[in-house]
């Protein structure tokens, strides 16, 4: 088996700042690209940010300048650091990647987490 976790979400004024987490856990050989999206209440969901096994980033021009993504690979965790909040960035956010499992390595399999609450307060 392989899950994601997040973790890190909740509540927060605007200008304020919260950082996300994401462990994968179980039958992983190795993980390629890794990214945040969230989903506010009546929208679509939407990529945040993504970052690949190489440390390529890419980030959605809304949160451009006040994101930043990163991962520490061995630990199998992606991070999202999320400075200057704003109202808009309320959304249940969640952790996707590309993972090689052990038992199934020849090719990647995509994988979500269960999501995370972040609601910022004006």
């Known amino acids: 088996q392989v899950q994601l976790v997040e973790s890190g979400g909740g509540l927060v004024q605007a200008g304020g700042s919260l950082r996300l987490s994401c462990a994968a856990s179980?039958?992983?050989?190795?993980?390629?690209?890794m990214g945040w999206y969230r989903q506010a209440p009546g929208k679509q969901r939407e990529l945040v940010a993504a970052?690949?096994?190489?440390?390529?980033?890419n980030y959605a021009d809304s949160v451009k300048g006040r994101f930043t993504i990163s991962r520490d690979n061995a630990k199998n965790t992606v991070y999202l650091q999320m400075n200057s909040l704003k109202p808009e960035d309320t959304a249940v956010y969640y952790c996707?990647?590309?993972?090689?499992?052990?038992?199934?390595?020849?090719?990647?399999?995509?994988?979500w987490g269960q999501g995370t609450q972040v609601t910022v307060s004006s």
């Open positions: 179980g039958s992983i050989f190795s993980i390629n690209s």
């Open positions: 970052i690949t096994s190489g440390g390529y980033t």
């Open positions: 996707n990647a590309e993972i090689r499992r052990r038992d199934f390595y020849y090719r990647d399999t995509n994988y």
